[in-house]
Every structure is written in C-alpha cells, then in structure tokens.
C-alpha cells in the first residue's frame, strides 16, 4: 500500500491554489482532507504527479447565515457539519447526513468540497444536496462561477467543475418553518457506503404536500433526483397511501448497478422501500 | 489463594494496546531489504514470457527472482497431511513450486519477487515485471469443477478430485430402508477467510551461517520443519521467532511460499530481507476457509429420532494442498458430523477439489463448522418436517452422559453431559417465552426467528498416535520447561503459542497454583525456536488443554525436585515432607518449613545437595493426552427479519458450553465472545466470491465486510464444567467452539424468521439481498 511517488506542494491561499492548478494542469490533484484520494493513490488506482494540498486554507473553512442562505466553506470538515449549531438549527438534515458518513476519524478530516468534487456515486452528501437545491460556488483563473447541483454530478468520479477551477463553497437554503427534511442510507456492511440512499424535501401546507424534492444515489451512476415523484406528490395529501402510490414509481426507467452483494432487481426494490422509511420520517408517519 | 477459576486480565493487554508490541512490521535489521511479490493475475494460464530487465535496472533494485531461477535449487511447498485410504494425489501434484514455473493456477500466485533497498522502489520496480500469459480455461467453484468435462487444474490426473474419504458404520440400508422418513437437502456454505487483523509479515535473515526467520506464525517449530525440508537448511542452524502475532485464526499455521522463497533469496543475497502483506494482497496470498458443498440426507422416525446419516461432502481446496487442507476437507469434518446425537448408521465420503482459486485450510474450527452447519441445519428442517420444537427434537438425540460414548464414527466422548448445559440453559434463558413472543410478534407482522443448536468440537489436537493414524505427518503433543530463578522467580517456556488467547496469563495462573509462586514472579515466554523446546504451536484449542497441561507437567516435576532438595535441608526424608502454598514443611511439624523460592536459591547455587541431585530447579515436560477433548454446548439467537429489505437485526444471543475446568474465566468468556463474532461474521457479512472463471470479486475491504462492533448485540455466555479426564488439568479447548455454534445458530435463526414465507432452507452468506430474494422467490406467501 505505498503509492507511486509525487511531488508535494502546499498552496497558502485560494489564488495560491488556483495558480498552482493553471500551471500544472491535469499532472496535479487538488489535496483536501485526502480521505478519498490518498486511499486511491495507495491502491495505485490515482497516481498524480503533484498533490496541491489545500488542506491549510483556513478561509475556506466556514458554515454562516447569508439571509435565508447558509453558506459553507468548501474545507469545512463532515464533523464541522455534524456539530454545528447552525447547522442543526437550519439545515437538520445535513447533521444528520454528515454524521452518516464513515468514522470519527474519518469525519474529523474530511471535507464536503472534497466529497463533492470526488463524485463518488454512493456517498452521502450528493442526494442530501440535491434534495436542498444546493449551488456549487468554485473558482478558477477566470474567475468564480455558481453551478447548481442539478448540473454538478456528470459520470461516477466527474463534476462539472474545469480542470483548474476550486469548489470553494456550497451554498444552500434554510428550511424553512413548513419544509421537512429527511435521508436514509442502507450502508454497505464493508464500506459503509451506500448501496441505496434517499434524501427529501417536502414542504406541507394544512397537511397538504405542497413542494417535494427526492434524490436518490448509490444503486446508479449518477444521483439523480426524481421529478416524476416530486410533480406526483405536489398538492397530494401527506398520508401513508400517497407515498405508497409514489413508492412504486421510484426507480422507474433507471440503469441499476448491480454486483455480486446486491444485484439490480434487489437494489430497486430497496429503493423504494427506502423511500417509504424516507417520506414516513420526513412525513412522521407510522406505518 | 488459587489463581486458577479468576478472571485475571490479559498480562500482555497493557504492552499491546499502548503500541508497546513487537510486531515482525516493527523489526529493522542493518542492512535490510525489501520483498514485493509479483503475482498472476489470471486464474489458469501458461507463463509465456517474464520479462524483469527493466525491473533489474530499476532503481534500489537488488535482485528479480523467477521461477525458472530456483527451480533445481529448492524443493515445492507440500502438505503436511496425507490421509490413508483416500486416494489422495501425489505430493507432486498437491505441492506448490515456490515462485509459479511455466504455469499459474491462480489469482494471486507467486510469479516473481522483487527485491529493493526500500520499500517504495520494491513497489515500483514489481509494476516494471512483463508477464506474458497465455490464459486457459478455469474453474473456480465446485459444482463446475467436478464435472467430467470440466477445466483441469492439474495435468496428471483425470478430475479434478485431491482425495475421497469414506467413513461407514452400522447398517445404512437398513435404517434408510426402515425410517419413517427420510430428508435431504444441499447445503452450501460459503468461503470466507479467517482475516486476521496483522497481515502475514516475515523478515529472513541468513547471513551469518544460521537462519533466522521471524515470521508472524502460530507453530515457529513447523515453520523451521518446513525450512529444513524444502530448502535443505540443516535444522540446527534454523532459528524461527514468532514475536508478537496479531492473531491467526488459522491463517497463520500453514507454512507459505512467500517466506520460503525469502529465506533462500537472503541465502544468495546474504542479506536480511522484509516482505509485509499488504491488507489486499492478504485476500489472494493468505488462506480462505469453509466453501463446502454437501449432499446429506437423514433417516428419521416420526418421533424425531435420527437413525442414518448418508452423504458426500465437497470442499473447495483452490490450486492445491494446504498445509494441513487434507485433514479440513475429511478427518475434522466427518469424524464430528453426527455431533452429540445417538446415530446407528453412517455412511459419508469427504471428497477435496481443486479449483482455480486461493489454498483453502484452516479457518477457525477447520471443518468442524462445517460439520455442526450442516448437522444443525438438518436438524431444524427434520423438526420443521416432523412438527417437533427443535429444542425438543435435540433433546430426544442427544447421546447419554458418559465417561465412554462412542459415536458412530468411532470418537470416544469422555466427558459428555448435555444435561448439564441443558438445564444451565433452562436457567438463563426463557425458551418458552421467547417462542412465544416469537408466535405473537408473528401475528402483528414481525418476523423474528430463533435458531437454538447444539455443538460439540474436537479440540486439543492431540493424541499424537491418533492424529498420526489418520494422516498428519506430525506429532500433536505439547512441551513446556518451567525453571527456578536463584531469586526465586519463574520462567516459563512453552511449545504453543499466544497471538491472542492469553496464555501467558493462563500458563502463569497453573504455575502459580501449582508452585505457590505469586503471579508476577512468574514470565511465559515462547515463540522461538532457540528458547523453546520442540513444540507444534497454537491452533484446534489445543493452547490450555495440551500446553497448559505440558506445563503444569513441568510445574509438578520441579516440585517433586524441590522437595528432595527442602527434605535435605530440613534433615528429613521426602516421604515427611508436604507442599502447599509454596512452602515445603514437615508433615508432623509445619514449622519445620522452607520456602520454595528458598529451596530454589539452594539449587541454583548447588552448595549444598542431596547425593545424586543435579544442581539447578527446572524440569521439561512433554504431554501427549489419550483422548481429543469435546467441549461442548447450547447456543441460542434470536433475530428479526425485515421484510421489506432483507435486513436482519440480532436480538439476543445466548451462548452455554461445556469447557472442562475454566482456568480463566474472563479470558474463557472473550474466547467465546470473539467466536460468536466469527460465526457471526461467517453467517451474514463475509463472503469470499469469485467470478465462475477465477476472478476475486472480493478483494480488499472495499468488498470484504468484517462485523463491526455496532453489529454486534449483546452476547451472553455462561459456562458449565464437566472436566475433560483427558488431561490434568480437566480443561476442553473453546476457541473455536463459539464459532461453530454461532455459524449456524444465526442461519437457523434467519432462516426460522423466514418460515411465513414458506422458506425452508437458504444457503449463506445471509445477506440482505439474498434474504430479501428468499422471502420473494417463496411465491409471495404472506407478503405485506
Ligand atoms: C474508511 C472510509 C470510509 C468512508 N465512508 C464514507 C461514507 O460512509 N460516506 C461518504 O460519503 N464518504 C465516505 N468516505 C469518504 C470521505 O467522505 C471523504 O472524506 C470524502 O469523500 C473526500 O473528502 P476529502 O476532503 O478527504 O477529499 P480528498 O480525498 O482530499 O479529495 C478527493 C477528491 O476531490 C478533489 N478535491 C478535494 N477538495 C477539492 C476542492 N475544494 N475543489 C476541487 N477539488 C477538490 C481532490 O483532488 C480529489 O480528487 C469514506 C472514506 C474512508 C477512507
């Protein structure tokens, strides 16, 4: 477990960073918390020339309020989420995903814009963010630009971020007081990682569904959310039998991933039944 | 005070968890090199080609090593088991060239070693060797590979079948042609490894006229046999250390390639060369276990009696024979299949294929799993079949308490009581009222299940006239030295050895008892073959049983001296002399008395002995038992199953064994505890897959899932002491024996959640997945 050998250079600010990125172009990798990359590098499955760690950049390392939006540094840690009070007051959902994801340790250095940027199909954040109607904020040299995270996740391991451009934030909504939240992973019992998750938004009006968004992630290639379900359960009563309706159409049309643990038919299927646990929490509805 | 019965912590627990272990990875030697294997990556293939220039002139590069090197130069890797009367292949067949020559025959076979300065420059330059293959057809699960057309691993014979072993007793056509019923199924048990959490690791070191091997092993003295006889190394001038050993669960009792071809690499080189496992590398270089197939079928009357068992087992070996493979697939398997039951016939033929994949041996319980798996499973579906609780149906077969209870297949029970666990069982747990939440959770839509077995182990290995008699080119007994200090402390060499079990405290906790010595004047050192005397190490719960007994052996013996000596200076015979609690006194005047710390400072320094009495206090013991010993017990777990996901939650496990006299019991309970987790483990998480051709499907802990601790419920687990006569101490082994009854008490239990469904039986790994499948492929009965 020894990677191929590199060349280390540490960037102090942003436009360090950015520079270093433009002048060695796709020979080098952006180094955040390193809690994806380095096990690749080790595996020799990611061998880059030069490893620019941005780990230092403690500008990039913030959760504050911007009216109604709560905007996130791109090196603000998964633990940083999980105990924020900020965090827990306005966007509970987003704890509760953050401390989801792998061990203490883990979550003590690893990153949200190094999870983002990694686009790996089953982690935790991409269904949660796409179910917050999240904006990637990155930089480059020319310039900064906002993505929104409908558009962000292109094929397992690509975002729509440039060969030299930085995710340098994630914006998102508050809840607000009639909107609900809620995310479910069936975790891998290797990885821990996904092998089906869920995450929604719904906001209720007199019991009444009024706005839903639901994303899914981990059983296709790309977490996706579903529109269908979401123009289904608009206006629909907030009751067992609506989401039971909509259950069945989870997955509808989708490319699964299947392998030797859990294989395509079993993963829809699980799925939906996620998506139940999912709108009954959002919803709190027993059975 | 008697330290034995005390639940005393481990003494190493304190080194080991500040980072204070010697692990072989902390070893560093002037002058050390670095090993980094290159290893097939196809499944069946001819070796075209093996290009190392540009590795050879890599930087840091020391030396490239082939197969075609050293093939005159050293000898193959055999087994060390060859059962009589099975047609086992030759040892030309089974044995494997250190470095693959011409031929690969699986993932992760040996193809080269590349050998730098440093670690990282061994890592690149292995990337730089050019292997050209010419890939063949290949087989890599059982059912395809004892098909007549199938892919041939081995050229030379005709299948592909390694040995066939057949036990029968008593009249089977007759108690099948006169059952009631009779019930068969195919059962399947999945490979899984025993995944230690150390990788092997081994530094050779033959530089200076000797060898030196530290090797991360649980048997040093099979390890310098094996050095002897494959590389023609005088045995005397072999030293192997196991230092400390981050567990074995069999993974690291057999004998591999790699320190082999590091051994005699050093020879050439005349340098001291490391080679670690990577984590990954572990799952295609280090053993798998289980991967049985097995076709029984049971006699049975309507009242639940079991007459017959008939059957053919089919163990998956990989590319060859392991070093004691032979004796997993047929002795430890058969020999216990009818378990603790009064069977009159029994008819089973143990058969061993080779495939295209990793060397399959022993895997904590090493066949024995198997056994019981299968054993247990039949008995739930023949209580299922009849309408029996299977606890009752269990107790109508259990076989009689007894000092001498021959089963069918001719083992020798010396110390069975299921009474004893039964009622102890009775006391700690409410079976009636866990049936019954069971019956009414099922009425609201819960489906919990409950599987209760009953186990029973061969553990000790032990008797060496036995062991030898059904094929292991080995003895099985165990050795100690206990030896006085002039200050009047202990030493204590043993023969076995402790990655994990904690039989420094154990071995300390006899001697202190046996001696009166206090337990921290006391050291238990092994794991070197220049320390120690010839012993066969740790593995089949043998640590206690066998080397506690060896020691305790010892213990007695330099009593025994004391006394002549105390006799002397007390001016008495030794026939007026009595021991206890350390002091040696005068029967008729316990005043009159010395210490044994005193008497030993009189020995060491010899100044004043009785005629004919060597100075020194120390006295070696080697103990070989008559009998293997048989722990034995209940096990009970209870689960939920979620039917809409295939989840499985543990609810409560129970576990009541039979271990003899517990000499520790927090170290018995963690024993027990760590074998439940196994079992556990085995039955829901772990799962070593192949593609149909070969390919490791699961080949990092990216793929392969250990239980973790938040998996794990609760186990609880009582103990019941019917001491072995087998030994003086009166200890049964229970290493393995929570693994055993775990397997299968959790598949029993998954599978009873399963029963609304109509499932009545499903092969493992119990993955969510495949319950899910189950609970859909029953044509939907009782669906939500
Ligand atoms: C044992 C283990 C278990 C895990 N379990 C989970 C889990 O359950 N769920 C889960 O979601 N994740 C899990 N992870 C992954 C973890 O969340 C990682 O921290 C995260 O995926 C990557 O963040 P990082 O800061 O460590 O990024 P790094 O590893 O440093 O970088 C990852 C990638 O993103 C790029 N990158 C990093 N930061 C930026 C940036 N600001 N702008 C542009 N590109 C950037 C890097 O170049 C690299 O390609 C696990 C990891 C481990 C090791």
Redesign the interface.
């Known amino acids: ?2 990677p ?2 590199f060349e280390y250079f540490r960037a102090n600010s942003v436009d360090e960073a950015i520079e270093m990125m433009a002048k060695y172009g796709d020979e080098a990798k952006i180094l955040a918390g390193g809690q994806s990359l380095i096990p690749m590098m080790k ?2 499955f990611a061998r880059p020339a030069k490893l620019i760690d941005i780990g230092r950049i403690d500008s990039l390392r913030y959760i504050t309020l911007d009216g109604d939006t709560v905007k996130i540094g791109g090196l603000t840690t998964h633990r940083d989420l999980e105990t924020s009070n900020l965090i827990a007051e306005k966007i509970p959902v987003l704890a509760e995903c953050a401390h989801e994801i792998a061990d203490l340790q883990i979550r003590n250095v690893g990153t949200i814009g190094g999870s983002l940027a990694h686009a790996d199909p089953s982690a935790d954040y991409p269904p949660v963010m796409l179910a917050l109607d999240a904006t990637v904020v990155a930089r480059g040299q020319n310039g900064t630009r906002e993505i929104s995270i409908n558009d962000f996740f292109i094929s397992p391991f690509t975002t729509a971020l440039g060969q030299d451009e930085l995710l340098i934030e994630v914006k998102i909504p508050a809840m607000k007081s009639n909107e609900k939240g809620a995310y479910i992973k ?1 975790a ?4 821990g990682f996904g092998v089906v998750n869920c995450a929604v938004k719904i906001a209720l009006s007199n019991g009444k569904i009024t706005n839903a968004r639901v994303a899914f992630g981990s059983f296709v290639t790309v977490p996706y959310r579903d529109e269908s379900i979401e123009k289904f359960l608009q206006e629909k009563e907030a009751t067992v039998d609506t989401i039971k309706q909509a259950s069945e159409m989870v997955a509808e049309g989708k490319d699964i991933i299947g ?5 395509a ?2 993963r829809r ?2 799925a939906k ?2 998506f ?1 646990r999912v709108m009954k929490k959002a919803l709190n509805l027993d059975s | 005070m008697t330290a034995i019965g005390q639940p005393i912590r481990r003494f190493e627990d304190d080194r080991l968890i500040r980072g204070h272990g010697q692990y072989v990875e902390d070893i560093k030697l002037a002058k050390m090199v670095y090993g980094v294997f290159v290893r097939s990556q196809v499944a069946h293939g001819l070796i075209k080609s093996i290009n190392t220039e540009e590795a050879k002139n890599a930087k840091g590069v020391v030396a490239v090593i082939t197969g075609n090197d050293i093939k005159e130069k050293v000898g193959k890797n055999f087994t060390a088991w060859i059962v009589p009367n099975s047609n086992q292949v030759s040892a030309e067949i089974s044995s494997r060239p250190l470095l693959a020559i011409d031929k690969v025959r699986y993932v992760g076979e040996p193809v080269a070693l590349v050998i730098a300065e440093s670690r990282e420059e061994a890592y690149d330059a292995a990337e730089l060797v050019d292997v050209e293959y010419e890939e063949l057809p290949a087989v890599a699960n059982i059912e395809k590979a004892i098909q007549e057309d199938a892919p041939l691993v081995h050229e030379g014979v005709s299948r592909n079948i390694a040995l066939s072993w057949q036990i029968k007793n008593g009249d089977v056509e007759k108690v099948f042609s006169e059952a009631d019923k009779l019930i068969k199924q195919r059962i399947y048990i999945n490979r899984a490894a025993p995944i230690p959490i150390e990788p092997r690791a081994c530094i050779a070191d033959y530089t200076n006229g000797r060898l030196t091997l530290w090797i991360t092993s649980q048997n040093p003295h099979i390890h310098r046999f094996y050095l002897a006889n494959v590389l023609g190394i005088p045995e005397q001038k072999i030293r192997v250390i196991a230092p400390d050993v981050g567990g074995g669960f069999g993974a690291k009792i057999d004998v591999y390639n790699e320190e082999l071809i590091l051994c005699y690499a050093s020879s050439l080189l005349k340098r001291p060369i490391k080679w670690v496992e990577t984590r990954s590398e572990h799952f295609v270089a280090s053993l798998h276990g289980r991967d049985f197939l097995v076709d029984v079928e049971f006699a049975v009357m309507n009242d639940g009696r079991v007459l017959g068992i008939r059957g053919q087992s089919y163990a998956n070996m990989g590319a060859y024979l392991g070093t004691v493979s032979p004796g997993v697939a047929s002795v430890l398997h058969g020999l216990i299949l009818p378990g603790p039951y009064r069977i009159e016939a029994f008819d089973y033929t143990t058969n061993a294929v080779f495939t295209n994949t990793m060397i399959l041996d022993a895997d904590r319980g090493a066949g024995r799993p198997e056994a019981i798996f299968v054993l247990e499973r039949m008995m739930d579906l023949i209580a299922d079949e009849l309408g029996i609780d299977p606890l009752e149906l269990r107790r109508r077969n259990y076989l009689p308490a007894g000092e001498n209870i021959q089963t069918v297949t001719g083992l020798s029970y010396d110390s069975l009581d299921f009474s004893k666990v039964l009622s102890k069982f009775g006391e700690v747990s409410d079976y009636q009222a866990l049936r019954d939440y069971q019956r009414k959770a099922r009425e609201e839509g819960k489906y919990i299940g409950i599987g209760v077995v009953s186990s029973i182990d061969i553990c000790g290995f032990a008797p060496s006239p036995v062991v030898g008699a059904v094929g292991l080119q080995a003895g099985q007994w165990e050795s100690a030295v206990v030896r006085f200090h002039p200050t009047g402390k202990v030493t204590v060499l043993s023969g076995t050895h402790s990655h994990g079990q904690g039989g420094d405290t154990t071995y300390a906790q006899i001697v202190s008892d046996t001696l009166g010595v206090p337990l921290d004047s006391i050291e238990v050192l092994h794991g070197d073959t220049d320390m120690i005397p010839m012993g066969w190490g740790t593995y089949g719960s043998r640590g206690t049983s066998t080397g506690g007994s060896a020691v305790f052996k010892a213990a007695e013996k330099v009593k025994e001296k004391g006394k002549l000596i105390a006799a002397h200076l007390l001016k008495l015979s030794p026939e007026e002399i009595d021991f206890s609690n350390g002091n040696y006194f005068a029967k008729t005047d316990p005043s009159k008395k010395l210490s044994i710390q005193e008497v030993a400072l009189h020995a060491n320094v010899g100044w004043n002995l009785p005629a004919g009495v060597e100075p020194g206090l120390e006295a070696q013991a080697f103990f070989d038992p008559p009998n293997f010993t048989y722990p034995f017990g209940i096990h009970l777990c209870m689960v939920e199953v979620m039917p809409d996901t295939g989840e499985v939650k543990i609810l409560k496990y129970i576990a009541v064994d039979d271990g003899g006299k517990i000499i520790n019991p927090l170290l018995a309970e963690a024993q027990i505890h760590g074998g439940v987790v196994h079992g556990i483990g085995h039955a829901m998480y772990e799962n070593i897959a192949y593609t149909d051709d070969g390919q490791l499907l699961t080949g990092s802990f990216n793929e392969y899932a250990l239980p973790k601790a938040h998996f794990i419920p609760r186990i609880e687990s009582y103990f019941t002491e019917t001491p072995s006569p087998a030994n003086p101490l009166g200890a049964k082994g229970i290493g393995e024996e929570g693994a055993i009854a775990a397997q299968i008490a959790v598949a029993n239990a998954i599978i009873d959640a399963l029963e609304p469904f109509g499932v009545k039986h499903l092969d493992g790994p119990y993955t969510p997945a495949r319950i899910w499948k189950a609970i859909h492929q029953s044509n939907g009965k009782n669906e939500n």
């Open positions: 477990m020894i191929a050998s595996l020799r069936i891998h019992p290797a990885t392998d030797y643990y859990a294989d038919d079993y299927n699980l039944a996620v139940l």
